[in-house]
């Protein structure tokens, strides 16, 4: 067991008045229950992240806070969008708990996964991350759209954990570290991975919204995904790379090809020249456009100026604290 065990569960909400209620007592169950087999300390809280509601959620967090004292909350300037609600929230949580749970107000992931969280954290993993077991309860859109979305990043080079949102335990360590990623473009699934430290996985079911409805449609997703593309992978660049190489390659062949045409006497006058010209510009303008393409991603991941490394445990030091 850790001894450093107090739990902060950042939950971003946005417009979610008819929830909020009904959250709030099943998640203080959950806390009051953990609490009292002293996996969790008194001092554990669930902070509620207002991200620029436009209905009465942020005065519900408020009452809430007022009556309960396992609830605390903040608030946002503005509608920031989920991921900037959800980093404002792990940011501050992490100046007063010893590890925190990230999930949704809408309660979709099945809150008894925490149990299992709190106790892989206990063993020693500083990243747990909840991964959906089966998508049952998902409308057949949701679904297929959800995991062409796992697929797609994979294929375009980005690692993430299939089936896993942002349903996580982080410990404070962890999230000390992440504060060094600097990136505006937030796409935070893919970006706790590259923190590294032991991490583990728990399954759950994902249940149907209980309330309210779902404020990612599917506009939302679409850019969702493409952020998560342009803020991790140079592959979109690699592509026109391969293609301008492929395009040059072919537009040698043409050459071969209108030469043996000319001589064979076949050719109109100015055919070869016009055809060749066009190919071998088309050819050396896409292959350069690539070239240029990879010195941009070169640029691109040095603005991000992301850590290069991080120590996760330094014998001298270890030696010095016994
Ligand atoms: N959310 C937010 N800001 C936004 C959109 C969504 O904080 O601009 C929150 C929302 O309140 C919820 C979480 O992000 O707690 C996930 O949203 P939702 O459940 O609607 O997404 P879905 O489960 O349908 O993908
Ligand atoms: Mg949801």
Not at 9 to 23: A, D, F, G, H, Q
Not at 203 to 226: C, D, I
Request: aromatic share 12%.
């Amino acid at each position: 067991m850790r001894k450093d065990n107090t739990l902060y569960v950042v939950i971003p909400c946005y417009n979610e008045e008819e929830v909020l209620e009904e959250t709030t007592k099943r998640l203080k169950e959950k806390l009051s229950a953990l609490i009292k087999e002293k996996k969790i300390s008194k001092d554990s809280r669930v902070m509620y992240v207002n991200d620029g509601s436009r209905d009465n959620t942020w005065n519900l967090i408020k009452k809430i806070n007022e009556k309960e004292k396992l609830f605390t909350g903040i608030t946002l300037s503005r509608n920031r969008g989920h991921q900037n609600a959800l980093l404002a929230g792990l940011m501050t949580a992490k100046n007063y708990a010893d590890v925190v749970i990230s999930m949704d107000a809408d309660l979709q992931d099945d809150i008894n996964a925490i149990d299992e969280m709190i106790d892989k954290y206990h063993e020693g993993k500083d990243i747990v991350y909840g991964v959906r077991s089966s998508r049952k309860k998902d409308t057949w859109f949701k679904k297929t759209t959800a995991q062409s979305f796992y697929k797609f990043m994979k294929f375009m080079g980005v690692d993430v954990v299939y089936n896993h949102a942002d349903y996580r335990l982080t410990s404070k360590r962890v999230l000390e570290e992440f504060e060094n990623f600097k990136e505006v473009n937030l796409f935070l699934r893919g970006m706790f991975p590259l923190v590294g430290y032991e991490s583990d996985v728990v399954y759950y079911e994902r249940h149907e919204r209980f309330a309210g409805e779902s404020k990612y449609p599917l506009k939302k997703m679409l850019n969702f995904a493409w952020d998560g593309i342009t803020s991790f992978s140079v592959r979109p660049i690699r592509l026109v790379l391969n293609l301008g190489i492929i395009i040059f390659g072919i537009s040698l062949l043409v050459l071969l090809y209108c030469l043996i045409v000319k001589i064979c006497g076949k050719a109109v006058t100015g055919w070869t020249f016009v055809v060749c010209s066009i190919w071998l510009v088309s050819g050396i303008q896409m292959l350069s456009i690539g070239i240029i393409g990879e010195y941009i991603g070169k640029i691109y991941s040095e603005t991000k100026a992301r850590p290069r490394f991080i120590i996760s445990e330094n014998l001298e030091e270890t030696k010095k604290n016994k």
